[in-house]
Protein backbone atom coordinates (compact mmCIF):
# COMPACT_ATOMS: atom_id res chain seq x y z
CA UNK A 1 0.00 0.00 0.00
CA UNK A 2 1.16 3.50 -0.77
CA UNK A 3 1.36 6.83 1.36
CA UNK A 4 1.42 10.44 -0.47
CA UNK A 5 4.91 12.28 0.77
CA UNK A 6 4.75 15.73 2.70
CA UNK A 7 4.59 17.76 -0.08
CA UNK A 8 1.39 15.38 -1.42
CA UNK A 9 -0.09 15.84 1.58
CA UNK A 10 0.48 19.61 1.65
CA UNK A 11 -0.80 19.84 -1.85
CA UNK A 12 -4.06 17.60 -0.79
CA UNK A 13 -5.07 19.71 2.33
CA UNK A 14 -5.92 22.59 0.48
CA UNK A 15 -8.67 20.99 -2.63
CA UNK A 16 -11.93 19.73 -1.88
CA UNK A 17 -12.75 17.07 0.97
CA UNK A 18 -14.61 15.04 -1.50
CA UNK A 19 -11.16 15.16 -4.04
CA UNK A 20 -8.92 14.33 -0.95
CA UNK A 21 -11.02 11.65 0.51
CA UNK A 22 -10.75 10.38 -3.64
CA UNK A 23 -7.04 10.90 -3.75
CA UNK A 24 -6.42 9.02 -0.41
CA UNK A 25 -8.78 5.91 -1.49
CA UNK A 26 -7.45 5.63 -4.65
CA UNK A 27 -3.58 5.27 -3.23
CA UNK A 28 -4.82 2.58 -1.13
CA UNK A 29 -5.87 0.77 -3.78
CA UNK A 30 -3.82 1.24 -6.81
CA UNK A 31 -1.69 -0.59 -8.43
CA UNK A 32 0.78 2.39 -9.23
CA UNK A 33 1.94 4.54 -6.72
CA UNK A 34 1.54 8.70 -7.22
CA UNK A 35 1.54 11.77 -6.13
CA UNK A 36 0.43 15.71 -6.55
CA UNK A 37 3.01 18.10 -8.56
CA UNK A 38 3.52 21.55 -8.39
CA UNK A 39 0.50 23.42 -9.21
CA UNK A 40 -1.64 20.07 -9.22
CA UNK A 41 -3.87 21.51 -6.03
CA UNK A 42 -5.33 24.95 -5.39
CA UNK A 43 -3.77 27.58 -7.20
CA UNK A 44 -3.49 31.15 -6.84
CA UNK A 45 -4.80 33.67 -9.62
CA UNK A 46 -0.71 34.38 -9.92
CA UNK A 47 0.33 30.60 -10.48
CA UNK A 48 -2.88 30.08 -12.87
CA UNK A 49 -2.15 33.20 -15.00
CA UNK A 50 1.58 32.07 -14.91
CA UNK A 51 0.64 28.68 -16.28
CA UNK A 52 -1.53 30.32 -18.63
CA UNK A 53 1.60 32.63 -19.89
CA UNK A 54 3.27 29.78 -20.26
CA UNK A 55 1.26 27.73 -22.62
CA UNK A 56 -0.07 25.51 -19.77
CA UNK A 57 -3.49 26.15 -19.46
CA UNK A 58 -6.18 27.62 -21.55
CA UNK A 59 -7.13 29.75 -18.01
CA UNK A 60 -5.79 33.25 -17.58
CA UNK A 61 -6.21 32.96 -13.56
CA UNK A 62 -8.81 36.13 -13.75
CA UNK A 63 -11.25 36.28 -17.17
CA UNK A 64 -11.17 32.36 -17.27
CA UNK A 65 -11.03 30.69 -14.41
CA UNK A 66 -9.50 27.00 -13.46
CA UNK A 67 -11.15 24.40 -11.10
CA UNK A 68 -7.95 24.76 -9.44
CA UNK A 69 -8.37 28.16 -7.99
CA UNK A 70 -11.31 27.00 -6.33
CA UNK A 71 -9.96 23.70 -5.03
CA UNK A 72 -11.95 21.17 -6.99
CA UNK A 73 -9.45 20.24 -9.33
CA UNK A 74 -6.73 18.03 -8.42
CA UNK A 75 -3.52 16.47 -10.93
CA UNK A 76 -2.41 12.86 -10.17
CA UNK A 77 0.98 11.87 -11.46
CA UNK A 78 2.20 8.35 -11.64
CA UNK A 79 5.77 7.88 -9.27
CA UNK A 80 7.34 4.64 -10.70
CA UNK A 81 10.97 3.86 -9.91
CA UNK A 82 11.50 6.35 -7.92
CA UNK A 83 10.64 9.96 -10.51
CA UNK A 84 7.16 10.95 -11.41
CA UNK A 85 6.37 10.02 -14.90
CA UNK A 86 4.24 11.45 -17.40
CA UNK A 87 4.87 8.69 -19.92
CA UNK A 88 3.33 5.75 -18.67
CA UNK A 89 -0.53 5.69 -19.68
CA UNK A 90 -1.26 2.74 -17.86
CA UNK A 91 -0.63 3.99 -15.02
CA UNK A 92 -2.66 7.15 -15.43
CA UNK A 93 -5.52 4.67 -16.87
CA UNK A 94 -5.31 2.14 -13.76
CA UNK A 95 -5.48 5.51 -11.37
CA UNK A 96 -8.73 6.94 -13.74
CA UNK A 97 -10.38 3.63 -13.43
CA UNK A 98 -9.64 3.55 -9.46
CA UNK A 99 -11.31 7.13 -8.81
CA UNK A 100 -14.37 6.49 -11.29
CA UNK A 101 -14.81 2.86 -9.03
CA UNK A 102 -14.83 4.62 -5.48
CA UNK A 103 -16.30 7.40 -6.87
CA UNK A 104 -19.76 5.59 -7.94
CA UNK A 105 -19.21 3.75 -4.03
CA UNK A 106 -19.22 7.40 -1.63
CA UNK A 107 -22.75 7.82 -0.62
CA UNK A 108 -22.59 11.58 0.06
CA UNK A 109 -20.96 13.47 -3.93
CA UNK A 110 -22.76 16.67 -2.89
CA UNK A 111 -24.24 16.80 -5.88
CA UNK A 112 -21.08 16.87 -7.69
CA UNK A 113 -19.73 15.07 -10.38
CA UNK A 114 -16.15 13.76 -10.89
CA UNK A 115 -14.91 14.55 -14.35
CA UNK A 116 -11.47 13.08 -15.84
CA UNK A 117 -9.35 15.12 -18.14
CA UNK A 118 -8.92 11.87 -20.41
CA UNK A 119 -12.85 12.96 -21.00
CA UNK A 120 -11.28 16.12 -23.03
CA UNK A 121 -10.55 16.53 -26.76
CA UNK A 122 -7.61 17.86 -27.91
CA UNK A 123 -8.67 21.28 -29.42
CA UNK A 124 -9.73 21.87 -25.94
CA UNK A 125 -5.64 22.72 -25.63
CA UNK A 126 -3.74 25.61 -25.78
CA UNK A 127 -0.13 23.27 -24.97
CA UNK A 128 2.16 24.52 -26.98
CA UNK A 129 5.17 22.88 -25.42
CA UNK A 130 3.67 19.43 -26.00
CA UNK A 131 5.50 17.75 -29.16
CA UNK A 132 2.71 15.23 -29.76
CA UNK A 133 -0.33 13.54 -28.96
CA UNK A 134 0.49 11.03 -26.06
CA UNK A 135 2.11 14.32 -24.18
CA UNK A 136 -1.13 15.82 -24.31
CA UNK A 137 -2.93 12.25 -23.31
CA UNK A 138 -0.57 12.75 -20.65
CA UNK A 139 -1.28 15.92 -19.44
CA UNK A 140 -4.86 15.48 -19.74
CA UNK A 141 -4.91 11.65 -17.76
CA UNK A 142 -3.66 13.81 -14.81
CA UNK A 143 -6.62 15.69 -14.20
CA UNK A 144 -9.67 15.28 -11.84
CA UNK A 145 -11.96 18.25 -11.00
CA UNK A 146 -15.20 18.11 -9.31
CA UNK A 147 -18.38 19.98 -11.52
CA UNK A 148 -22.03 20.69 -10.14
CA UNK A 149 -23.02 18.81 -13.57
CA UNK A 150 -21.87 16.21 -15.81
CA UNK A 151 -20.40 17.23 -19.26
CA UNK A 152 -21.80 15.35 -22.65
CA UNK A 153 -18.69 14.35 -23.20
CA UNK A 154 -18.97 12.34 -19.98
CA UNK A 155 -19.25 8.93 -20.15
CA UNK A 156 -18.40 5.81 -17.92
CA UNK A 157 -15.27 5.17 -17.99
CA UNK A 158 -15.10 1.49 -18.97
CA UNK A 159 -17.15 2.90 -22.05
CA UNK A 160 -14.50 5.64 -22.66
CA UNK A 161 -11.35 3.18 -22.77
CA UNK A 162 -13.16 0.49 -25.10
CA UNK A 163 -14.29 3.37 -27.64
CA UNK A 164 -10.39 5.08 -27.71
CA UNK A 165 -9.09 1.49 -27.57
CA UNK A 166 -6.92 2.11 -24.23
CA UNK A 167 -6.41 -1.20 -22.50
CA UNK A 168 -5.14 -2.14 -18.94
CA UNK A 169 -2.97 -5.28 -18.52
Sequence with gaps: MYKFGKTSKERLGEVHELLRLLA??????SAFDFGVPADGGLRSASQQKELFA???SKHNG??????????MALDLIPHIN??????????????AQSA???WGQLEDTQGLHLHWGGFWKIKD????DFLDLQEIQAWNFSHFELRSKTQ??????DTYLAKMNYEIA
Design 125 to 128: HNKK
Design 24 to 29: NACLTQ
Design 54 to 56: QGA
Design 152 to 157: EEAMPI
Design 62 to 71: TKSKSHHQYG
Design 82 to 95: GSYTWANKEAFLSI
Design 100 to 102: FSI
